[in-house]
């Protein structure tokens, strides 16, 4: 690549004063959820409750795998409220339209917010990872960082899920799985269905949302 890495652009990309937010494995509990959600890369707020270089592993490992329990931001507000609560909405219509046709849900059934701790049911039913770790805003440095990093982390990640559908959200990380030949091997290995969805952010109708949910389960053959 003409001596440049990949990564530059992403590493670049954010300016907070506070320090360098570190990549993103994964948020949940990744080897017991049933439903794996996959995106493009997270999004970053300076003021976010976030783990960074000061952080011990321990700390670390417990803010991630509890992290719809544990991902607060100073003033006490839910990070990436829209982005979980369609992770909620979707595994939702996937239980139901599972239910519809006969079949047990695949989590459980339904997932709602709790007033003490908002996202505690997707931490118990879901896990959501992205194809780059980074964070940057409007997915800056995701294009030409995406097979570079898919190739160095997601098959360890990918093989500890067991899981039984992995979705994946937005256009971004779509087009990254058909242009990156590991990745796309990766997924394929792993014989469990997948289904592509909007990402949280596009702006459509929740009514096309679920629409588009039912075609996607129904074109892998779950329902």
Same mark, same amino acid.
């Given at each position: 690549n003409n001596g440049i890495n990949p990564c530059d652009k992403i590493l670049k990309a954010q300016n907070c004063k506070a320090g360098f937010q570190m990549p993103e494995p994964w948020s949940g509990h990744l080897s017991t959820s049933k439903i794996l959600y996959i995106g493009s890369n997270p999004a970053f707020d300076c003021n976010e409750y976030y783990p960074d270089s000061t952080w011990s592993n321990t700390q670390i490992c417990d803010f991630f795998e509890n992290r719809f329990k544990n991902g607060k931001v100073k003033n006490g507000k839910e990070v990436s409220v829209p982005?979980?609560?369609?992770?909620?909405?979707?595994?939702?219509?996937?239980? *139901?339209?599972?239910?519809?046709n006969g079949k047990k849900p695949l989590t459980s059934y339904?997932?709602?917010?709790?007033?003490?701790?908002?996202?505690?049911?997707?931490?118990?039913? %879901? %896990?959501?990872? *992205?194809?780059?770790?980074?964070k940057s805003n409007n997915a800056v440095g995701f294009t030409v960082s995406c097979c570079k990093c898919s190739d160095m982390w997601m098959a360890n990640i990918l093989n500890l899920f067991k899981g039984k559908l992995i979705v994946v959200l937005g256009a971004n990380a779509k087009k990254a799985i058909k242009k990156?030949?590991?990745?796309?091997?990766?997924?394929?290995?792993?014989? &469990?269905? %997948? &289904?592509?969805?909007?990402?949280?952010?596009?702006?459509?109708?929740?009514? !096309?949302?679920?629409?588009? %949910?039912?075609? *996607?389960? !129904?074109?892998?053959?779950?329902?």
């Open positions: 982005y979980w609560t369609y992770l909620i909405k979707y595994t939702n219509w996937i239980n *139901e339209l599972f239910i519809n339904q997932i709602t917010k709790q007033k003490k701790n908002m996202y505690d049911g997707l931490n118990n039913d %879901v %896990v959501s990872t *992205e194809i780059v770790h980074c990156c030949t590991k990745l796309n091997a990766i997924i394929t290995s792993l014989k &469990i269905p %997948v &289904i592509y969805l909007p990402h949280p952010s596009w702006r459509m109708s929740d009514n !096309a949302r679920k629409a588009t %949910v039912q075609a *996607e389960l !129904a074109k892998v053959g779950l329902i």
